[in-house]
C-alpha cells in the first residue's frame, strides 16, 4: 500500500499564495509521475500539474505561469507552489502519485484532498 499525506490547504484572497506538500509512503520501490488534481463543485476533476522522475512538467493552461510543480525525489514528496491565485481555482486539490511496489506491480494512488478556497 501507498499513502499520501497533504498538506498546505487553506483560505486565502485573490491574488495571494498558497503551497500544497504532499508526501507518499509505504511500499514504494520507485516513483513515475507525481502530481496534483483537482475538483471544484459540480465539475469534474482536472488536472493541474504533474512532474516526471525526471523533473519534466505537465500543467493546465489556466494555471501555466502562476503555479509551479516541484517534487523532492529523496522525500517522495510533491510541491505545488499557486501564485496569484484566482477564485476559479477553488476547488478540493488532490493529490496522485504513480509507480511500482516493490514486486513490481504498479500502483496508482489518491490523496485524501486538500481544500483551497479563493476569495475576491
Known amino acids: 500500500q501507498v499513502q499520501l499525506v497533504e498538506s498546505g490547504g487553506g483560505s486565502v484572497q485573490a491574488g495571494g499564495s498558497l503551497r500544497l506538500s504532499c508526501a507518499a509512503s509505504?511500499?514504494?520501490?520507485?516513483?513515475?509521475?507525481m502530481g496534483w488534481y483537482r475538483q471544484a463543485p459540480g465539475k469534474q476533476r482536472e488536472l493541474v500539474a504533474d512532474?516526471?522522475?525526471?523533473?519534466?512538467?505537465n500543467y493546465a493552461d489556466s494555471v501555466k505561469g502562476r503555479f509551479t510543480c516541484s517534487r523532492d525525489n529523496a522525500k517522495n514528496t510533491v510541491y505545488l507552489q499557486m501564485n496569484s491565485l484566482k477564485p476559479e481555482d477553488t476547488a478540493v486539490y488532490y493529490c496522485n502519485t504513480r509507480g511500482r511496489h516493490w514486486n513490481g506491480v504498479a500502483f496508482d494512488s489518491w490523496g485524501q484532498g486538500t481544500q483551497v478556497t479563493v476569495s475576491s
Open positions: 512532474i516526471s522522475s525526471g523533473a519534466r512538467t
Open positions: 509505504g511500499n514504494i520501490f520507485s516513483i513515475n509521475t
